[in-house]
């Protein structure tokens, strides 16, 4: 970039130059002339005897013509020369010429962000975060205190959000908080070219994203150049200076687990204002911070949504979550997370960056080391060679196991599946049953009252008894997983009259290790 702005620069000098010299040359042909010309000293008629002879044919067409071909040569390969140069340097020259557009919008969004609509006032220099005044009122409506709102930072809100919900935020405001409308079309001053103006001002602010696949991009021509090593590191400083945060606040005592830490990033040290969090939504008056709602974490009950003030973040309490995103993974021994589904159709033979040496993706490992396959081909055996079971939904019927526990069974039934189900699969171990006409019918299924205590329904409806689950590794759900990592579906609601399109659930993937967000999810999930 910076060789095109250089070319385009010495190519508007070489024209300049160009047009100096042909100007300059015709200003003297011009003056020469005058100078050289005699004065009239009468008629034509009066003097033609007297005239001075012109110039020869044989001058005309030699010297003379011979200067003028000349001169008309040279500025043939002038111009020659000039003209390729123009056709080099005018690509930089366009570039330049946008980026001169857009910088006049930068200028103009930040002439809004410090001066016309004064975010700074609210979110600070640079859009660090900061407090916002806030009016503190019961449910009659009747003053209580003044206070500070914790205003988020933006110099990652590009990160958490789209453009589009920006825009929305900054059109419509934010119901439940000091976040006023600011575009025309919800009721403000501002227009919308000042709207977008004020986001392409947040996009010179934006912190380096810690998605790989950000930092892959940020080298046009090379994973390897400069600029791709530079956003390396500087979302290696950034993540460190997230973890150290959460570092401190368990060292400090303010929070008992990581997942706690992240959830509530920002409450007790305005670190970015709460841009991390999550408790700034899901928390009842979390945005007040401690000086005003010192028991915010009990009084705002954390994680369950609602509350006075804010109200905008989804009930996280009493088993919401888990109602709505299942327990659905298993955790691989590398760390990362295998799902259910992958587990019923053992389609894992990739093995991935980060395994153990020699791990083929074929198996679990329990809490016992013991290592159970996956491999559909090859169910899983104890030690006596028999089949583990892989449980579905209705495992928990006859006891605490969860659908995709492992069990290894003393007793399982061959009957057909109960006829509640409305199918009849073939078992090949089942005892054939016929009428007093000697025709076949389906057995009766047996109950769990029939094998008794401790028996278990499988997703087929057989019976097993004498079962021992087997202890697996920690469980949650890659789907809670990944709505944190990406965010909500534009459009899709959610929550109490949450919309993703009106900027409510952000995505957390650019802004927080994975680890993190996987604490996040481990912290949601127990509360």
């Not at 250089?6 to 024209?15: N, S, W």
């Not at 002038?78 to 340097?89: E, Q, R």
């Not at 159970?372 to 892989?390: H, M």
Request: aromatic share 8%.
């Amino acid at each position: 970039m910076l060789a095109a702005y250089v070319l385009a620069a010495d190519f508007r000098a070489i024209g300049l130059s160009v047009a100096a010299i042909v100007f300059i040359g015709f200003v003297a042909v011009f003056i020469w002339n005058i100078v050289r010309a005699r004065p009239e000293l009468g008629s034509e008629l009066e003097l033609a005897a007297n005239r001075k002879e012109y110039l020869s044919d044989e001058e005309l067409e030699g010297e003379k013509l011979d200067r003028s071909l000349s001169f008309a040569l040279v500025m043939l390969a002038l111009l020659a020369i000039t003209l390729p140069f123009y056709w080099l340097a005018e690509p930089g020259r366009q570039d330049g010429a946008v980026d001169a557009y857009n910088l006049s919008f930068e200028v103009r969004g930040e002439d809004s962000y410090t001066g016309g609509a004064q975010c700074i006032n609210c979110h600070a220099g640079g859009g660090v975060g900061g407090g916002a005044a806030y009016v503190l009122l019961d449910a009659d409506g009747q003053f209580v205190a003044n206070a500070s709102w914790k205003a988020p930072a933006l110099n990652n809100v590009l990160l958490r959000y789209t453009d589009e919900e920006v825009r929305y935020v900054l059109n419509f405001g934010r119901p439940g908080s000091p976040m006023a409308a600011w575009g025309t079309i919800g009721g403000g001053p501002l227009t919308t070219q000042q709207i977008d103006n004020i986001i392409i001002y947040l996009r010179t602010l934006q912190l380096q994203s810690l998605d790989p696949l950000d930092i892959a991009l940020a080298g046009t021509d090379n994973p390897q150049d400069d600029e791709s090593l530079e956003a390396a590191a500087e979302a290696a400083a950034l993540t460190e200076t997230i973890e150290a945060e959460v570092a401190r606040s368990l060292a400090d005592g303010e929070y008992e687990t990581v997942g706690e830490a992240v959830f509530n990033l920002g409450l007790q040290r305005d670190f970015g204002a709460g841009a991390y969090s999550c408790g700034r939504c899901h928390t009842g008056g979390w945005s007040l911070g401690i000086d005003v709602a010192p028991n915010v974490l009990d009084d705002g009950v954390a994680g369950c949504g609602g509350g006075d003030p804010s109200g905008i973040g989804f009930n996280l309490c009493g088993g919401s979550v888990k109602n709505r995103f299942p327990d659905d993974t298993w955790l691989r021994p590398d760390g990362s997370w295998y799902t259910l589904a992958q587990l019923d159709t053992g389609q894992i033979t990739v093995v991935e960056p980060g395994n153990p040496e020699g791990y083929d993706g074929t198996y679990i490992e329990a809490m016992d080391g013991t290592r159970i396959s996956l491999d559909t081909s090859n169910r899983p055996v104890n030690e006596a060679g028999e089949e583990y079971l892989i449980l579905g939904p209705a495992a928990g019927e006859g006891g605490e196991a969860q659908a995709g526990d492992l069990a290894d069974c003393g007793f399982v039934s061959g009957l057909w599946e109960s006829e509640s189900a409305g199918v009849y699969p073939f078992a090949p171990d089942a005892e054939l049953v016929t009428d007093e006409s000697g025709n076949f019918i389906d057995p009766e299924p047996l109950t769990v009252e029939q094998v008794g205590a401790g028996a278990l329904v499988l997703e087929d409806g057989r019976i097993a008894a004498d079962c021992d689950v087997v202890e697996m590794p920690p469980r949650t759900s890659q789907a809670h997983y990944d709505f944190i990592y990406n965010g909500a579906e534009a459009g899709t609601g959610y929550g109490e009259g949450g919309l993703s399109a009106a900027g409510m659930m952000p995505g957390f993937g650019k802004i927080l290790p994975p680890e993190l967000i996987q604490a996040v999810v481990d912290y949601e999930r127990g509360l």
